[in-house]
């Protein structure tokens, strides 16, 4: 009897330590057992920086009266354009943005009658379309000044964006494109000029990408859907711009890294598309401006409900490196500030919008009602719709010129 006893015992062991080791050599960083997991940069599990007070603590209180402005870089597929349009409609604000039904683009100013907001949803897209730091910082300032001579004669412009896991913008992106958006009026302007269509050929021929499969997506070298967070966010002068001839890769994609951590870090604020409370817990205590109704949080993206293959993932993940990088810099930094806010604040997210924020206000959370969205996440269940373009999205070939091809 005990001996059967000692070799089912022994059978058990052997199977767990069976079920260890398989589980030890089968698993890679996404995948266990053929179950797709999400990788660790996802959900913040994976901490690898730890930031000095310094960095962490943004206070900005800002005086929209006095010499602040907001600069709002928008990136493609982060949920972008759904905060922008927060930006404009749903900012406590005096006096509020002006806005007329239909119209994309409202009119932001302060009692003084000036500019506030440089966003998409403001002023238009003054320094191209979804212009990228390269462009903004070489062009805000100039077009105050010819704009705004009436006013201030300094301002102090407080950078924001959005972020969103890299994986799945890269997806979201080549859902948008295969639906029809090029962006192929982007100037791509960086040390005084547009880059040529020898530097950056377009993917497509003809009129736009519709129907772009993602192996076709993938192998167009000149995507710039590739690391297009990384790319936005650093200051290009440093690579040659669009031009690498002559340059080695590795640094190239070394130096935007480091570039755009270190720009995000002088960033006023920037936001979390996957954390929507803490983007606003984070975004209310730093630039001392609250929305009007809270952000939500949308599970039902065009992503979420998107096949990915495993193979699929992998390629995303090897051709995006630079932008998860930079994501899971951003990601510790993000979520250390908001550790670092509850701390000195003596409240949590969740307590601050339980209790402290504005206890009455609860009930009157208001549905937006609007569908028209490029960030891919507020349609809904049915159909995907062809989205509308952007300005400057409509002809290609027109602004195919814009981008000075050389002749
Ligand atoms: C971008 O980098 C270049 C080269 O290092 C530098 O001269 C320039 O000042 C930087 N641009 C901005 C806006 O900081
Ligand atoms: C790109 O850079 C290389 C080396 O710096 C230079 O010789 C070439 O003329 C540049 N091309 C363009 C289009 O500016």
Redesign the pocket.
């Known amino acids: 009897m005990n001996r059967t006893w000692f070799w089912v015992f022994s059978l058990l062991v052997g199977l767990v330590l069976f079920f260890i080791f398989f589980a030890f050599y089968s698993c890679t960083s996404t995948v266990c057992f053929g179950v797709l997991e999400k990788p660790d940069y996802v959900n913040g599990q994976l901490v690898k920086h730890s930031f000095s007070s310094v960095d962490l603590y943004r206070d900005r209180n800002l005086d929209l009266e006095g010499n602040d402005v907001i600069v709002y870089l928008h990136i493609q597929k982060t949920g972008g354009a759904t905060f922008g349009r927060h930006l404009v409609h749903n900012l406590d604000v005096d006096p509020p943005c002006s806005c007329v039904p239909g119209v994309k683009k409202c009119l932001c100013l302060t009692k003084n009658k000036r500019v506030w907001l440089v966003s998409r949803h403001s002023v238009g897209w003054i320094c191209g379309l979804h212009a990228d730091?390269?462009e903004l910082?070489?062009c805000v300032d100039p077009w105050f000044k010819k704009v705004d001579d009436r006013g201030r004669k300094h301002r102090r412009y407080h950078y924001i964006t959005m972020l969103r896991d890299p994986v799945k913008r890269f997806f979201s992106e080549w859902q948008h494109v295969s639906r029809g958006a090029t962006w192929a009026g982007a100037r791509l302007h960086c040390n005084g000029r547009s880059a040529t269509l020898e530097e950056v050929p377009f993917c497509f021929s003809g009129e736009d990408w519709t129907g772009a499969t993602f192996s076709e997506f993938v192998s167009c070298k000149s995507n710039l859907a590739f690391n297009r967070m990384t790319r936005m966010l650093s200051?290009?002068?440093?690579v040659n711009c669009y031009n690498r001839t002559g340059l080695d890769e590795d640094q190239v994609s070394k130096i935007l890294v480091e570039?755009a951590k270190e720009?995000l870090l002088s960033f006023a604020f920037f936001g979390i598309l996957e954390e929507q409370s803490k983007t606003q817990f984070l975004f209310e205590h730093t630039l001392g401006i609250k929305f009007i109704n809270n952000l939500e949080q949308k599970e039902q993206t065009h992503v979420a409900r998107l096949l990915m293959t495993q193979e699929m993932v992998d390629i995303a993940v090897r051709t995006n490196k630079q932008d998860i990088e930079l994501y899971q810099f951003a990601k510790d930094l993000f979520n250390q500030r908001v550790a670092d806010v509850e701390k000195r604040t003596g409240y949590t997210v969740q307590e601050y919008f339980d209790y402290y924020r504005d206890p009455q206000r609860e009930e009157e959370q208001e549905e937006d009602g609007d569908v028209e969205d490029d960030s891919g996440m507020q349609h809904g269940q049915g159909e995907e719709r062809r989205l509308s373009h952007y300005p400057g999205e409509a002809q290609p070939e027109a602004k195919r010129l814009s981008r000075q091809p050389k002749s």
């Open positions: 730091w390269t910082t070489g200051n290009l002068t440093k570039s720009n």
